[in-house]
């Protein structure tokens, strides 16, 4: 015996479950489309001038590079703190700038790939000093490469917020 014909097209069946897919799309709450809250600083603490950015929770969509959050932040911070409103600048090395300061922040590469935060307007570095554990002799059991990150002048930190955390400056 003969099975009996379809009574649809495979193009109908594609159709009406591609039409399932965008009612299941459709029922997603806004809010859990992908925002996650995340904590980021920017300090110098190695060269005694404390916080650039302090640590902020900045709620982002969720998969943003870290790059772009950085250099929007550089550029807020500068705007209210010292109320200029500067770009950041591209260069090829850094040793070698091809920019007129002021700029926010100087990268090689770009936001988007093989970023690299260079440098970062900073004034009045009139009281940096390099700290005292930097300045001690490295002991000899310790590892080169562990020594060479602590010498490190500025450190970023981009951390996933604590649950409960709502977004705003920490004091």
Excluded at 23 to 36: E, F, H, N, V, Y
Excluded at 54 to 70: E, L, R, W
Excluded at 130 to 152: D, F, G, H, Q, S
Aim: with cysteine; aromatic share 6%.
């Amino acid at each position: 015996m003969k099975p009996p014909p379809p009574t649809a097209s495979i193009e109908d069946n594609i159709i009406a479950e591609l039409n399932k897919a965008l009612q299941a799309m459709g029922a997603i709450k806004p809010d859990r489309a992908g925002k996650i809250d995340i904590i980021v600083s920017l300090d110098a603490q190695t060269l005694g001038l404390g916080y650039y950015i302090d640590p902020t929770i900045v709620t982002v969509d969720k998969y943003t590079q870290a790059s772009y959050v950085i250099t929007d932040l550089i550029k807020q911070t500068i705007k209210e703190r010292d109320k200029m409103d500067l770009e950041g600048a591209t260069v090829d090395h850094v040793s070698e700038p091809d920019v007129n300061p002021p700029y926010a922040y100087m990268m090689t590469g770009t936001e988007a790939n093989s970023f690299y935060l260079a440098q970062v307007y900073w004034p009045d570095q009139s009281k940096a000093k390099v700290a005292e554990y930097i300045k001690r002799p490295r002991p000899a059991k310790l590892p080169r490469k562990v020594i060479r990150m602590a010498n490190t002048s500025v450190s970023l930190t981009i951390a996933k917020s604590p649950a409960g955390c709502t977004p705003s400056r920490i004091a």
